[in-house]
């Protein structure tokens, strides 16, 4: 059974930084891509960030850039979320997810975690 | 980037019925759009990919169907257990993946 676990998160005053780890197991980790979604309260789903199987490539959403990492450790099958100079709109439930397929393609998630909750607040 | 919409934002529905949910692009992901439903306190769970392949487990009272900009989700004989939260997502043109703001099935 694939699984995916999230940790690291927490309380974070803004201009603070956090990360997060998301660790797989029930399948070949270093195969496949690996992306954070996140939720803020009562809302919807946005994408945040993507590394795919091999580390090489990463890609982010706009509001993130230069401010969050995402990086991998395949001998340790988890994932990273470095987060830097938070601000209360990143407030949220951080999903990371899992990619369908183990092609570089964009694939949609099979797999998610159960979230960790980032509180950006004085 | 593409923006998904989806329509309508809630949707009251009798346990017993039909329940036919939309989803429209800003321009065209052929076919690689993803259905997902979310229940109180969970993680999303995908049900469909490639607009109207069903994921494992999903039961087949679930049915997806479209391309290009507009596609739906149709669920018959609503169980209990349906009523959720439902987002659809594209995956033909990233970064960013983007997702529709979600239709809430609610019980009438």
């Known amino acids: 059974e694939m699984k995916l676990l999230e940790s690291g998160g927490g309380l974070v005053q803004p201009g603070g930084s956090l990360r997060l780890s998301c660790v797989g197991s029930?399948?070949?980790?270093?195969?496949?891509?690996i992306s954070w979604v996140r939720q803020a309260p009562g809302q919807g789903l946005e994408w945040v960030s993507a590394?795919?199987?091999?580390?090489?490539?990463?890609e982010y959403t706009d509001s993130v850039k230069g401010r969050f990492i995402i990086s991998r450790d395949n001998s340790k099958n988890v994932v990273f979320l470095e987060m830097t100079s938070l601000r209360a709109e990143d407030t949220a439930i951080y999903y990371c997810?899992?990619?369908?397929?183990?092609?570089?393609?964009?694939?949609?998630?099979?797999?998610w975690g159960q979230g960790t909750l980032v509180t950006v607040s004085s | 980037e593409i923006v998904m919409t989806q329509s309508p934002a809630t949707l009251s529905v009798s346990p017993g019925d039909v329940a036919t949910l939309s989803c429209r692009a800003s321009?065209?992901?052929?076919?690689?759009l993803a259905w997902y439903q979310q229940k109180p306190g969970q993680a999303p769970r995908l049900l469909f990919f490639?607009?109207?392949i069903r994921a494992t487990g999903i039961p087949a009272r679930f049915s997806a169907s479209g391309s290009g900009t507009d596609f739906i989700l149709t669920i018959t004989s609503l169980q209990s257990e349906d009523f959720a939260i439902y987002y659809c997502?594209?995956?033909?043109?990233?970064?960013?993946?983007?997702f529709g703001q979600g239709t809430k099935l609610e019980m009438k």
């Open positions: 997810a899992k990619g369908r397929t183990t092609t570089a393609r964009p694939a949609p998630f099979d797999s």
């Open positions: 029930g399948f070949t980790f270093s195969a496949y891509g």
């Open positions: 590394i795919i199987g091999s580390g090489t490539v990463t």
């Open positions: 321009q065209s992901v052929i076919s690689n």
């Open positions: 490639g607009a109207s």
């Open positions: 997502q594209q995956y033909a043109n990233w970064p960013p993946y983007t």
